[in-house]
């Protein structure tokens, strides 16, 4: 791993401990879009870490928020598919989509297309008011809620249905528990039902 920075680094023509930080990331998208795996380019982070310190705000280049949004970018994605129910597979619904939309899509790397000709793809605000608008037809309270609430609100169910806590983590990459614990976790409070309580408690006194 190390030759291979160091041939980058003479290809560049830029000191091996001491680069500008732009050099060392566009070392790592040049491995992504070599088709290496997200740990050969984690461990080449962490190489690149050992190697020189990019000042004493932080405590290695790893921890360059910079950094670690990239590596958050290129974390694999893995869908489990639903045989049960096709409509809420993830798997059939993705390879539909893909297959329906094969004939606009060309080069086009982004997943979702404009609707709209000639399809092109769609920016981030449009995908939060395409999620807005179901979260709409769902029946939720759009106010409270904003798109970006969902991903808490899965695993807040999924908590709430007694899942285990670091599969949950595990699955939507959460590294630690008390930043999920403090950002993500909403547990719905226990409902109350008079009648229910008023039933309840005539049958005890039996």
């Keep these: 791993m190390a030759n291979r920075w160091f041939e980058f680094c003479e290809r560049k023509n830029c000191d091996i401990i001491s680069p500008h930080v732009t050099l060392p990331l566009e070392f790592l998208s040049d491995m992504f879009n070599s088709g290496l795996s997200y740990s050969s380019i984690n461990t080449a982070r962490s190489m690149l870490s050992s190697l020189f310190a990019v000042g004493q ?21 893995e869908f489990n598919a639903f045989p049960s129910d096709k409509k809420l597979c993830i798997v059939s619904l993705l390879t539909e989509y893909l ?43 759009t106010v409270q809620y904003k798109p970006h609430s969902t ?52 049958s005890s006194e039996k």
């Excluded at 405590?59 to 994605?77: E, N, T």
């Excluded at 404009?114 to 920016?123: A, D, F, L, N, Q």
């Excluded at 999920?180 to 309580?197: C, D, S, V």
């Design 57 to 77: 705000e932080y405590a290695s280049f790893g921890q360059l928020p910079i950094v670690k949004r990239f590596m958050k970018g290129i974390f694999p994605l």
């Design 99 to 141: 297959s329906c939309t094969s004939v606009f899509r060309q080069d086009k790397a982004q997943l979702l297309l404009s609707y709209i000709s000639p399809h092109k793809p769609i920016s981030k605000d449009t995908v939060s008011h395409w999620v807005k608008k179901f979260m709409c037809n769902a029946g939720i309270d």
């Design 151 to 202: 991903r808490s609100a899965s695993a807040s169910h999924l908590l709430n249905k007694n899942v285990d806590l670091n599969n949950i983590m595990k699955s939507a990459g959460w590294a630690k528990e008390e930043t999920f614990q403090k950002y993500y976790i909403h547990i719905a409070p226990p409902t109350f039902n008079y009648g229910t309580a008023v039933l309840e408690s005539c």
